[in-house]
């Protein structure tokens, strides 16, 4: 059977347009005008996805997002109204797998919840991480830990694999600073994400990867990273 995905939304004709758009694709829907409504459906239908909108006329879709997240690893799109960068972080970091900001097309709406559902599949399978990973001239050896570009090894430090694997293994996925952070070293960063920042930097070179037409690793202006592709 489809996948259901259960759109939250107040807005009645985003809510239709979405509903109408995401049959086309494929989907069941859903769909929620409040938080209350939302969570009642999230428990009695279980969907495979739900995609938030953070302004509800009966709470903040913060909570609605905590409510789920207490209840499992449904992946949740969050849709912000505008270009707020701290509500996009701080959703990403409250649990949401992605986010898309108003006005957003359907093209990039469909490839957000295509890699959320694959990475959440993925987890669920434990096959998060193959053996050897292609994509686009790059790839990556796991067990020997090298890395070829186009058919040259590149030679890299031990934190630049480890950020790259993290960026590898979360594909086409918003990372907020944050969240690589703690994947890569394991503790908050003192020097608000610089390292971070300059390691990130050194990656890119090495990959030829220039910051405004990026091929690998694009920057989510005040959010974090994203390793493009799905
Ligand atoms: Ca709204």
């Known amino acids: 059977m489809a996948d259901e995905i ?4 107040d807005d009645d004709t985003i809510r239709r347009l979405l509903k109408i758009s995401l049959r086309t694709e494929g989907y069941r829907v859903s769909e929620a005008r409040t938080g209350a409504a939302a969570l009642l459906l999230v428990e009695a239908n279980a969907p495979a996805l739900v995609l938030l909108d953070l302004g509800l ?3 903040d879709g913060m909570d609605v997002l905590a409510r ?3 209840e499992g690893s449904t ?9 707020l960068d701290d509500q996009k972080v701080r959703a990403l970091d ?3 797998d992605d986010y898309v900001v108003k006005p957003f097309s359907m093209a990039e709406l469909f490839a957000r919840i295509r890699v959320a559902l694959r990475h959440h ?3 669920r399978q434990g096959t998060a991480t193959p053996q050897v990973f292609a994509v ?3 790839e990556i050896d796991c ?3 090298t890395v070829t570009l186009d058919g040259e090894q590149i030679h890299l430090t031990p934190y630049e694999y480890r950020l790259l694997v993290v960026m590898v293994e979360n594909r086409g996925k918003a990372l907020t600073h944050r969240f690589i952070q703690s994947e890569v070293w394991g503790y908050p960063a003192a020097d608000g994400y610089k390292t971070l920042r300059v390691i990130m930097a050194s990656l890119r070179r090495k990959l030829g990867d220039k910051p405004a037409t990026p091929r690998f690793v694009a920057t989510e202006v005040g959010v974090g990273y994203r390793f493009i592709g799905e």
Do not use: H, M, Q, W
């Not at 992946?75 to 270009?83: D, E, F, G, K, L």
């Open 68 to 70: 789920v997240r207490e």
């Open 136 to 138: 686009d001239g790059l």
């Open 75 to 83: 992946p949740v799109i969050v849709v912000t109204a505008r270009n």
């Open 6 to 9: 259960l759109v939250v939304e």
């Open 121 to 123: 599949a993925e987890a």
């Open 94 to 96: 409250a649990g949401a």
């Open 57 to 59: 006329p009966d709470c």
């Open 143 to 145: 067990d020997t830990r």
